[in-house]
């Protein structure tokens, strides 16, 4: 059964006129009457009555014209969306992101993406450290990554989005609570919650850093591989995290966050793959690019 034989019928069934049927379809009329009639057969049912003054739907056609227009609505919505597909403006977009960037990040890409290309699906993975993201980006289960350098893998790409300060997160009855700021050596005696040293966080290593440029080597209590873990260690009581900024566009009952005055920043990079052909990931990179998520200057 042919698509325009349908498409056909329902001009016929919407003008109830052969001759306008055929105006409507820029077609002579004795090729629509004949397509009309070859469909007929072929369902081996009547769809018409015909008078010389009228053509009127069988009680048949009416039920046939109701699943006709379904059918071809499904047809065109098809044909637009695959070329929406083709154009890289409609789709699934897997991303892997820190757990911090969650906060902050996924929100503002979930936005942007919302806004300029509203036909496209995020797939979110969280809490996945840089070498996880790396070996996901390289193994194409992800699309892109929002990540912290450095970057080890041959064959990615990343481009700075964001250098976060880092902050103290605490109980909120910590003895430092109220201070409008705090230093590094501060903290010498504190317990602190990391990433476990297997994830290879750079956050860690920026941690670790900091504490010895103060002096010492950071006292682990616990260690988690999840940002909303630690936080969730921290609200307990059994100690404190230093996390990137941008935990505070999530505020955390329980959790005081300060500044970190003398601390090492931690930059959040996107990152995709150098011979990635995906349209959409270069939808997506022209689009950050014009509404100037990327930073400039930043190496």
């Not at 329902?10 to 009457?33: C, D, K, N, Y």
Request: aromatic share 4%; hydrophobic share 45%.
């Amino acid at each position: 059964m042919e698509l325009r034989n349908l498409r056909y019928f329902v001009a016929v069934a919407e003008t109830r006129h052969f001759g306008r049927a055929a105006e409507q379809l820029h077609m002579a009329q004795p090729p629509l009457s004949q397509a009309v009639r070859r469909l007929e057969a072929e369902l081996g049912v009547e769809l018409f009555t015909r008078t010389t003054r009228q053509v009127a739907l069988t009680r048949a056609g009416e039920v046939f014209r109701t699943d006709v227009e379904h059918i071809l609505k499904a047809v065109d919505e098809a044909v637009s969306r695959v070329a929406r597909f083709a154009a890289g403006v409609e789709g699934v977009l897997r991303v892997g992101l820190t757990g911090s960037a969650s906060y902050r990040q996924l929100p503002a890409l979930a936005r942007l993406l919302k806004r300029e290309m509203s036909h496209v699906m995020l797939e979110v993975h969280t809490e996945m450290l840089t070498p996880a993201q790396e070996k996901a980006l390289i193994e194409r289960r992800i699309d892109v990554g929002v990540l912290r350098p450095p970057v080890r893998q041959e064959g990615i790409l990343h481009r700075p989005i964001a250098d976060d300060p880092l902050v103290v997160a605490m109980p909120e009855q910590h003895e430092l609570a109220r201070a409008e700021s705090v230093r590094a050596d501060q903290l010498k005696h504190e317990s602190f919650i990391m990433y476990g040293a297997s994830l290879g966080s750079v956050l860690n290593d920026a941690v670790v850093r900091t504490c010895l440029g103060a002096g010492y080597y950071p006292q682990l209590a616990y260690e988690v591989s999840e940002t909303s873990a630690a936080l969730a260690l921290v609200a307990a009581g059994l100690g404190i995290a230093v996390l990137p900024d941008s935990i505070r566009s999530a505020p955390r009952e329980g959790v005081v966050c300060k500044e970190l005055v003398d601390a090492h920043s931690v930059r959040l990079d996107l990152a995709w793959r150098r011979d990635d052909d995906s349209v959409l990931v270069r939808n997506l990179l022209e689009v950050l690019e014009r509404n100037d998520v990327f930073l400039e200057g930043v190496e």
